[in-house]
């Protein structure tokens, strides 16, 4: 909670506010802090163990699948092959027209729209300042700029002195108006095929990459009358303003991305009639959908290396988190010690590095305890490599100690 405020500089392009905040209230804040950085800590171990077991779960799926696969053809469907898990290559093809509520229309397996607006942005910039007695002094500084945004800056939520300043010395209006057409969800297929196979909604979703529409004019010709009135072609988008070299506030810019209809995939699925579901397995369902020919063992190679990409993702997240939770919790040890600024910011540096320290040693831990509980043979294996590592250490250590021994001091 700040003690006061007042404006300390002003220009055309920015607005710096002053406020104070005393050291009892620092200090009141940091305590609560405490409570925040149990929770992290505490979600962190959560988030640790959990996904130790998902890596374990998904591993454990895919290992499953590589030992049940087949390769089969597309050009016919084979009964004997029903609830089997298989693996298909070939070119993908969807014969529908997507539209969206703006009238554009395209052969596609999936389209989507982007809309931008110029309009007006706030940066905000802090800069602390730690004084004698526990104080903290905060400079904010507010600059505005017009910009293109995807999603609209509610002007009334800049702030009111920076915002009435910038006016009053620029002699303009800081106002961004409502967006009447914003980006919306996708579109995607309702029917594809690979061959003889009929493709389900959740491989459409993963087919492709997208590429960008480059609209023409008889593309806005087809488009509805609401925005044919209004827009105009520029650079392969819709360009809704007076001049595109000269924007103005509340102009927009309109374009398009689809993956195209045709489509060079492979699956690997359950072979479910004439189409495909996940593969059920004794932990995760298996499906998965790459871009071109590649073989079984190459996709699931790369979906092995993906686990193992976010199960690592996770650790770090979880560490972080941890660390973070960890300080927050001795906070109030840095506030009270700041009546000293220097002391306070020696003191924080130790904290957080002590605090490192021991998010990675309670990761560690927890990581283990969550792979002893989910692959106890291995986690066996590695604790016996462990302690066979350190007593030989010690032994090694031993035997040097006994073949060179220390000289005796006279």
């Not at 029903?82 to 070939?90: A, F, M």
């Not at 969807?94 to 554009?104: A, E, K, R, V, Y």
């Not at 903290?136 to 009334?156: A, L």
């Not at 305890?369 to 250490?393: D, E, N, Q, T």
Request: glycine content about 8%; aromatic content about 8%.
């Amino acid at each position: 909670m700040a003690d006061d405020d007042n404006e300390t500089e002003s220009s055309g392009g920015s607005y710096t506010e002053t406020s104070e905040q005393s050291w009892g209230s620092r200090l009141g804040e940091s305590i609560k802090s405490v409570g925040v950085g149990a929770i992290l800590v505490l979600g962190s171990f959560v988030l640790l163990f959990k996904n130790e077991g998902c890596a374990v779960a998904q591993a454990q799926a895919l290992a499953e699948g590589a030992s049940q696969v087949i390769s089969v053809m597309i050009d016919k469907v084979d009964s004997a092959n029903e609830g089997k898990l298989v693996h298909v290559s070939g070119e993908a093809v969807t014969s529908d027209t997507l539209s969206d509520n703006l009238g554009f229309e395209a052969n596609a397996f999936k389209i989507s729209r982007k809309v931008e607006m110029y309009q007006w942005s706030e940066n905000k910039k802090e800069k602390k300042t730690k004084k004698a007695g526990g104080k903290e002094v905060t400079e904010t500084t507010y600059e505005y700029k017009k910009d293109w945004g995807s999603s609209r800056n509610n002007s009334d939520n800049f702030n009111k002195n920076g915002k009435k300043d910038y006016e009053k010395k620029n002699g303009v209006s800081i106002s961004n108006p409502e967006m009447p057409y914003t980006s919306g969800e996708p579109s995607y297929a309702k029917q594809a095929i690979l061959g003889a196979f009929s493709l389900s909604d959740s491989i459409i979703k993963s087919v492709g990459s997208e590429t960008k529409v480059n609209l023409t004019d008889k593309d806005l010709a087809k488009m509805s009358p609401e925005i044919k009135g209004k827009a105009k072609v520029t650079d392969g988008s819709l360009y809704v303003g007076k001049d595109s070299a000269s924007p103005q506030i509340g102009d927009l810019k309109i374009s398009y991305t689809k993956v195209e209809p045709k489509q060079t995939i492979s699956i690997v699925s359950r072979q479910t009639r004439n189409s495909f579901t996940p593969f059920p397995t004794k932990t995760n369902p298996v499906e998965l959908v790459s871009a071109g020919i590649k073989d079984a063992k190459e996709m699931f190679k790369a979906a092995e290396a993906a686990n193992a990409m976010m199960t690592w993702i996770l650790r770090l997240v979880g560490f972080i988190a941890m660390a973070v939770g960890i300080s927050m919790i001795f906070k109030p040890l840095v506030t009270l010690a700041d009546v000293l600024p220097l002391l306070g910011d020696l003191l924080g540096l130790g904290i957080n590095f002590f605090s490192a320290i021991v998010a990675f040693v309670l990761s560690f831990i927890t990581i283990a305890i969550a792979w002893f509980f989910y692959r106890p043979v291995l986690s066996i294996i590695l604790i016996a490599i462990a302690v066979g590592a350190v007593v030989g250490f010690k032994y090694y250590k031993k035997m040097q100690a006994e073949k060179n021994p220390t000289p005796a001091k006279t």
